[in-house]
């Protein structure tokens, strides 16, 4: 006998689901949307159109791989956003997002991956049509232009869309807004901060000569994962990178299958993540003995780190921290050009930053408490490389690291 069971019909607005998948409260996410909307005012924004994964869930919570195909929020100057997204990822909207269902949208499926036509044609017609996006001469519309996830493709649909409005670039609008943590945010950040404890551990045991590089980050990805006991861990937006011997003064290599050899050094940058939040953590490991100038570049990045963490305190700014850096490894004869950190919080691929402070020279930014950083301090050398790094919090106290793996120079005989 052959059984049969039929599927319930699909339902266009289904009622909220009574588990309901939420990083936090409503009272947070409302506090959010009214600093944002409070900057809108200030510009003259009569809507925004945020199209970044990491502001969608600050704004609402919405959390899921569907940032490969197009979705935004749009937020009105007064009121409640909408979200516009695929139909069948609107679905899980329901489950995560802090919106009622009649402000979840989802395009139709045959708009996905189609030459001739463009998902924002129908977001933008719809979000005209339930009044949360105004249109025509005279309306200013603000967009996240210089984000990965809004195309050329999908701007110049919405441009075409709303009738003569002007859209600008809303200059990472909602990314300034998150870079003061709540004290809910700043609970996450601690507990990415345990998670990504363990994982450097893990992967500072894992390295071995004769391993391949690829199971060492298989064991990195299986404790990015797992997190600890009742903290579990998430994906992060970068994967495990893992420059070795020569490659290790090229920064971003990630890993292959070749062999660990003794005698060489290893550069190893991870994430710890909780509920989206990042804590990215940077050590060195050498597998024996290190050549003098090896050392000694350790030594002179340790005296800068000690330095530039009596500048992360609120009131000092983006290039004090910079230059106390600066000084500190100028003594040994060092210099670096690049950046020393840059500010982290909510992250989604391909970046774990937040795209707005950056800890180099000339940024007069100025630290307040709540903010975060990782300081990253990598010298990429011709065939060698030093990196270390922390994910720090900034406190009315001063500089509070969020792992206490120890610094320096991990050497293994």
Not at 136 to 164: K, M, N, Q, T, W
């Amino acid at each position: 006998m052959t059984t049969t069971s039929r599927r319930p019909p699909a339902r266009r607005n289904p009622t909220v689901p009574p588990e309901i998948i939420r990083p936090f409260t409503l009272r947070e996410f409302k506090d959010r949307l009214q600093r944002v909307q409070a900057v809108m005012a200030e510009r003259d924004y009569e809507a925004l159109v945020v199209a970044d994964p990491a502001n969608l869930y600050y704004l609402t919570g919405y959390n899921a791989w569907s940032f490969y195909t197009p979705q935004v929020l749009v937020v009105p100057v007064q009121g409640v956003p909408h979200l516009f997204a695929r139909a069948m990822d609107a679905q899980g909207a329901h489950y995560t997002a802090a919106l009622g269902p009649h402000h979840i949208h989802g395009y139709p499926e045959q708009l996905v991956h189609r030459p001739d036509a463009h998902p924002m044609e129908w977001v933008t017609k719809e979000a005209i049509g339930v009044g949360v996006l105004p249109s025509g001469p005279g309306v200013r519309i603000a967009a996240e232009l210089d984000s990965h996830f809004f195309s050329a493709r999908g701007y110049l649909a919405l441009r075409d869309g709303l009738g003569g409005a002007e859209i600008v670039d809303s200059q990472e609008l909602v990314n300034w807004v998150r870079l003061v943590k709540s004290p809910a945010e700043q609970e996450c950040l601690q507990y990415a901060g345990q998670i990504a404890e363990h994982v450097m551990l893990t992967a500072l045991g894992a390295i071995e000569p004769g391993r391949r590089q690829c199971d060492i980050v298989a064991d990195i990805q299986h404790a990015q994962t797992a997190g600890l006991d009742r903290l579990g861990g998430d994906y992060p937006a970068i994967v495990p990178m893992l420059p070795t011997g020569a490659t290790a003064g090229t920064p971003h290599l990630t890993w292959s299958d070749r062999v660990m050899r003794y005698g060489e050094a290893a550069t190893i940058e991870l994430a710890g993540v909780h509920q989206r939040y990042h804590a990215p953590l940077a050590r060195t490991v050498s597998l024996g003995k290190p050549p003098q100038y090896l050392a000694d570049c350790a030594s002179a990045v340790s005296e800068g780190w000690l330095a530039l963490a009596e500048e992360l305190r609120p009131g000092r700014t983006s290039h004090d921290v910079h230059s106390a850096f600066t000084r500190a490894i100028a003594k040994h004869g060092l210099t670096k050009e690049s950046r020393i950190g840059y500010s982290i919080g909510i992250g989604y691929p391909p970046d774990w930053g937040e795209r707005t402070v950056s800890l180099r020279e000339g940024s007069e930014t100025v630290l307040q408490a709540g903010m975060a950083f990782h300081v990253i301090l990598g010298m990429w050398m011709g065939g060698w490389g030093y990196e270390t790094s922390e994910p720090v919090l900034i406190t009315e106290q001063g500089v509070h690291r969020l792992t206490s793996v120890p610094g320096g120079l991990t050497i293994k005989t």
